[in-house]
């Protein structure tokens, strides 16, 4: 009996020895394999040269646009140089809208006259050939119009005039509590007889440059003119009614929408060596404003998850799953690509195991944020101790991102990319997001985050 025991122990601490033996080696390449990707992105400028070639050459990329278009050739020639296994185009429709001239004036007797900054929201219809003069109400948000009478807005542009709460450290939360006028407020202000609406951009900034965006319209009542005015341009229009309550607007959109068109979806992949049907992604929207040069919003997102493939295939790195970079068309608009993006894979054994989207700009990362919840969150949370040396370390219960929501109903765990949000909210949707208000350290810190965390997802079998 005494013997079969010491056999039993003896046997035992082989079996220990042997598995910390194999935990501390797979711990040891581990750290490896993450301090390479971040020594490959702190040390290559590929990433930045694509951001100023999508910034530069193709800015202004909004679907169905020559630019939209250009960047799609562009990104999917960006992923085959990167050594992806197989590129492809998923074709999506999309909407098709054209700025035009837009014009702003205040007009009063008891002061100048003024042009306001302005910038006409998306899918928002033009004003009458020759503009339109109208006398100005102004609002605080939308429960502020609804206590209004009819006779009150009735012919009138309706001015939403709701800051940003700046007292809330994270800024997501705050452009969350403005944002509603913008996307809704022409469709609740046409219900009050007005005939157009004049929008607060949804930015923490001071500043004159206005920051666009979609706005929407119910069936069944009337589509009225709806523009975005810089917050520089929303103070001093404040003033002028408090002075002068009779002033007048005069404002001149000569925006158009057309049929809808076809753009593409640009997927990449590197093909897994064991599961190659379950599919891990990362990925940005290559669409963006035709205002702006789209860099933080979101040419920094598509880089990022360009580099993970370019990273993976430098690195000599073999996933066990199928990783994949998609550069998704049409989030601004109506979100047309990732719902097409959600379908893909869909009869032939296919699975979305997991998927990030980089959409909050490109600055210092600072962690992530998983739609988990439990024992699962738990393990998620358990790989950020691979990122100390980084100073990466929220790892929280949150969400993902608009273009991969969809595939929640497939299953896929959905991971949001989240870097430092104190200055995305000045560049969002204006004409102040361009090329040099990115820095190529922090965009590669969030190239070699992304890549780092895909492989731990990938390898640890969560």
Same mark, same amino acid.
């Given at each position: 009996?005494?013997?079969?025991?010491?056999?039993?122990?003896?046997?035992?601490?082989?079996?220990?020895?042997?598995?910390?033996?194999?935990?501390?080696?797979?711990?040891?390449?581990?750290?490896?394999?993450?301090?390479?990707?971040?020594?490959?992105?702190?040390?290559?400028?590929?990433?930045?040269?694509?951001?100023?070639?999508?910034?530069?050459?193709?800015?202004?990329?909004?679907?169905?646009?020559? /630019?939209? #278009?250009?960047? *799609? $050739?562009?990104?999917? &020639?960006? =992923?085959? %140089?990167?050594?992806?296994?197989? !590129?492809?185009?998923?074709?999506?429709?999309?909407?098709?809208?054209?700025?035009?001239?837009?014009?702003?004036?205040?007009?009063?007797?008891?002061?100048?006259?003024?042009?306001?900054?302005?910038?006409?929201?998306?899918?928002?219809?033009?004003?009458?050939?020759?503009?339109?003069?109208?006398?100005?109400?102004?609002?605080?948000?939308?429960?502020?119009?609804?206590?209004?009478?009819?006779?009150?807005?009735?012919?009138?542009?309706?001015?939403?005039?709701?800051?940003?709460?700046?007292?809330?450290?994270?800024?997501?939360?705050?452009?969350?509590?403005?944002?509603?006028?913008?996307?809704?407020?022409?469709?609740?202000?046409?219900?009050?007889? /007005?005939? #157009?609406?004049? *929008? $607060?951009?949804?930015? &923490?900034? =001071?500043? %004159?440059?206005?920051?666009?965006? !979609?706005?929407?319209?119910?069936?069944?009542?009337?589509?009225?003119?709806?523009?975005?005015?810089?917050?520089?341009?929303?103070?001093?229009?404040?003033?002028?009614?408090?002075?002068?309550?009779?002033?007048?607007?005069?404002?001149?959109?000569?925006?158009?929408?057309?049929?809808?068109?076809?753009?593409?979806?640009?997927?990449?992949?590197?093909?897994?060596?064991?599961?190659?049907?379950?599919?891990?992604?990362?990925?940005?929207?290559?669409?963006?404003?035709?205002?702006?040069?789209?860099?933080?919003?979101?040419?920094?997102?598509?880089?990022?998850?360009?580099?993970?493939?370019?990273?993976?295939?430098?690195?000599?790195?073999?996933?066990?799953?199928?990783?994949?970079? *998609?550069?998704?068309?049409?989030?601004?608009?109506?979100?047309?690509?990732?719902?097409?993006?959600?379908?893909?894979?869909?009869?032939?054994?296919?699975?979305?195991?997991?998927?990030?989207?980089?959409?909050?700009?490109?600055?210092?990362?600072?962690?992530?944020?998983?739609?988990?919840?439990?024992?699962?969150?738990?393990?998620?949370?358990?790989?950020?101790?691979?990122?100390?040396?980084?100073?990466?370390?929220?790892?929280?219960?949150?969400?993902?991102?608009?273009?991969?929501?969809?595939?929640?109903?497939?299953?896929?765990?959905?991971?949001?990319?989240?870097?430092?949000?104190?200055?995305?909210?000045?560049?969002?949707?204006?004409?102040?997001?361009?090329?040099?208000?990115?820095?190529?350290?922090?965009?590669?810190?969030?190239?070699?985050?992304?890549?780092?965390?895909?492989?731990?997802?990938?390898?640890?079998?969560?």
């Amino acid at each position: 009996m005494r013997g079969l025991m010491r056999k039993f122990f003896k046997a035992l601490l082989v079996f220990l020895f042997l598995y910390i033996s194999s935990v501390s080696l797979f711990s040891q390449e581990t750290d490896k394999i993450i301090s390479s990707f971040f020594d490959e992105a702190l040390t290559d400028r590929t990433a930045y040269g694509h951001l100023k070639y999508l910034c530069k050459q193709t800015g202004g990329r909004i679907c169905g646009s020559d /630019a939209a #278009a250009k960047a *799609v $050739r562009y990104t999917m &020639q960006a =992923l085959r %140089d990167a050594g992806a296994d197989t !590129v492809w185009l998923q074709e999506v429709q999309v909407p098709h809208w054209v700025r035009g001239t837009e014009k702003c004036t205040i007009i009063s007797k008891k002061q100048k006259s003024t042009d306001l900054s302005v910038a006409t929201l998306g899918l928002s219809v033009p004003t009458p050939m020759n503009g339109l003069t109208a006398g100005v109400i102004e609002v605080k948000n939308i429960q502020d119009l609804q206590t209004k009478d009819r006779k009150q807005i009735e012919g009138k542009i309706v001015f939403f005039n709701n800051k940003v709460d700046n007292r809330l450290v994270n800024t997501f939360t705050g452009y969350s509590g403005a944002v509603r006028e913008r996307t809704m407020g022409a469709a609740e202000a046409s219900k009050y007889g /007005a005939v #157009a609406v004049i *929008v $607060r951009s949804v930015t &923490q900034s =001071l500043d %004159d440059f206005p920051h666009t965006g !979609v706005t929407s319209y119910d069936d069944g009542t009337d589509k009225i003119p709806a523009v975005a005015v810089s917050t520089l341009g929303a103070e001093s229009l404040s003033n002028y009614i408090k002075n002068d309550p009779d002033l007048r607007i005069r404002l001149l959109t000569k925006c158009k929408r057309y049929n809808d068109t076809i753009s593409y979806n640009v997927i990449g992949e590197i093909r897994g060596s064991e599961k190659p049907h379950e599919i891990i992604t990362a990925g940005g929207h290559l669409d963006s404003w035709d205002i702006t040069e789209g860099a933080h919003d979101d040419a920094g997102g598509c880089v990022q998850a360009i580099e993970m493939i370019r990273m993976y295939k430098k690195l000599g790195i073999r996933p066990k799953r199928t990783i994949r970079a *998609v550069m998704f068309m049409n989030e601004e608009m109506s979100g047309t690509g990732g719902r097409k993006y959600a379908q893909s894979g869909e009869g032939n054994g296919d699975v979305h195991y997991a998927a990030l989207e980089s959409d909050r700009g490109v600055m210092s990362p600072r962690g992530f944020s998983f739609d988990a919840e439990g024992k699962r969150l738990q393990d998620l949370q358990s790989l950020q101790k691979w990122f100390n040396p980084y100073n990466i370390s929220e790892f929280e219960k949150g969400g993902g991102g608009s273009d991969i929501n969809p595939l929640k109903a497939k299953g896929a765990l959905l991971i949001g990319y989240l870097p430092d949000p104190q200055r995305y909210f000045s560049y969002h949707h204006s004409a102040n997001d361009t090329f040099d208000q990115v820095n190529i350290r922090e965009l590669q810190m969030g190239s070699a985050a992304i890549a780092s965390l895909i492989y731990l997802i990938d390898m640890s079998d969560l």
